[in-house]
Every structure is written in structure tokens, then in C-alpha cells.
């Protein structure tokens, strides 16, 4: 699986956009680009995940680069429930099936 | 459905004992895994599998380490000779074959004294 890069920790307002970047340079054609976020003492959750067209749902959208080789995970109006630790992983859903984790981004909102 | 149940929540034992894990994931998923994460980690993949079948085992799984999924439903996952160092959270996830959406349970927080 393809690795990723993400910023250690960032900080966003209450209310404002949170917008967390995830590289994945090496990314291969049937890769796709998902998104887990862990509250502290919980287990990961499911966020979003996509391939190459831009996604929404109901908890954040995600925006692709055209050359795919970076995504941004959009919180649309972050919470003070949001601030967890964010992971991006690269994955293919045929052949491998485990998710690779890597340090992730500790997001933390702030009122 | 409540989501992948894992039981106990916490358990302390000493270095030197065996302890047994026990996971009930998502009644129609037929994927099921179990990770290990210690703190300030990300979860480390330890074993995963289809039905009853465990297809695949991360070098992280020593031979004091054995899961088992008999019936292709709840998983068991135990330690036998504990040390210090599997101290950590062990986490258990289900889905679907085909989806790549994997759903977390709590986990299960080991500590060894």
C-alpha cells in the first residue's frame, strides 16, 4: 500500500472549516484514498473514502487532486467533537484487505 | 445491531499469564480483524479473517499469539506467557468482502504488570 504523509496536529475554530492534507505521491490506479478518525479511547470510525471523483456524506467531504497524488478531508462546521486523531490511508480494495495507519493528524478544535 | 462488540473492555494481568480477547463483529460481515495500537501509534495490523479462514498474519504475530474465528463468526484472540511488552490496545474491526468500509469495535485494553 502506498504511503502517506500528514501533518502531525492542527488546531481550527469552532464553527470554521477544519481542512486536513494528506499526501500520497505513490499512489497506483486502483488505490483508493480513505479517511478514519479516532476519538481518544475509542476505535477508529469510518469517515469517507474515494478514488479519484470528489465525495460528500453526511460527516465531511473529500477533495482529490486531479493527478491524485494529494487529498484534502474537509470538516464543513468542526465541533468540539471532532477533535481527534485523523488518519489517511491508501489502499486497494482487491488483494490486500488491511488498513495501514500511519501517525495521522491529531486535530484539535478549539471554542 | 449494536456495531463489533470486544470483551473485556480492560483487563490487567500479570507478566507470565495467558489471557484470551473475544470479538463479535457486525452479524453479516464476514471480514474480520484484529490490530493491535500502543500509545501515541497508529493501529498495527496483526490478523485477518474471511469466514473461518485465516488468510493473513503480520510478522507482529508471535507464536505466544493465537486467533481463531471457528464458526466464521466471533473471534478469540489469545496471549499465552504475557510480557510487558503487549501492553497495548487491542483493537477488533468487521465488513464486508468487496467493501473496503471497516467498522472498529472499542477495543480491548491490555496491560501487563
Known amino acids: ?24 505521491s505513490t499512489i497506483s490506479g486502483n ?81 | 445491531d449494536t456495531g463489533v462488540s470486544q470483551d473485556p473492555r480492560h483487563k490487567i494481568t500479570k507478566r507470565g499469564q495467558n489471557v484470551t480477547f473475544r ?4 452479524s453479516e460481515h464476514n471480514r474480520l480483524y484484529w490490530y493491535r495500537q500502543t500509545l501515541g501509534q497508529g493501529p498495527e495490523f496483526l490478523t485477518y479473517f474471511q469466514n473461518e479462514a485465516q488468510l493473513e498474519k503480520s510478522r507482529l504475530l508471535s507464536d505466544r499469539f493465537s486467533a481463531e474465528r471457528p464458526k466464521g463468526s466471533f473471534s478469540t484472540l489469545e496471549i499465552q506467557r504475557t510480557e510487558q511488552g503487549d501492553s497495548a490496545m487491542y483493537l477488533c474491526a468487521s465488513s464486508l468482502a468487496g467493501n473496503g468500509e471497516a467498522f472498529f469495535g472499542q477495543g480491548t485494553r491490555l496491560t501487563v504488570v
Open chain 1, 31 to 111: 488505490e483508493y484514498v480513505y479517511w478514519y478518525r479516532q476519538i481518544h479511547s475509542q476505535g477508529p470510525q469510518y469517515i469517507i473514502h474515494g478514488l479519484k471523483n470528489n465525495e460528500t456524506n453526511e460527516m465531511a467531504s473529500l477533495i482529490i487532486t486531479e493527478d491524485r497524488k494529494s487529498s484534502t478531508l474537509i470538516l464543513p462546521h468542526a465541533t468540539l467533537r471532532d477533535t481527534a486523531v485523523y488518519y489517511c490511508i491508501v489502499r486497494a480494495t482487491q488483494g490486500a484487505q488491511k488498513l495501514v495507519f500511519g501517525q495521522g493528524t491529531r486535530l484539535t478544535i478549539n471554542p
Open chain 2, 23 to 26: 470479538c463479535d463483529p457486525i
Open chain 1, 1 to 24: 500500500d502506498a504511503k502517506t504523509t500528514q501533518p502531525t496536529s492542527m488546531d481550527c475554530a469552532e464553527g470554521r472549516a477544519a481542512n486536513l492534507p494528506c499526501n500520497h
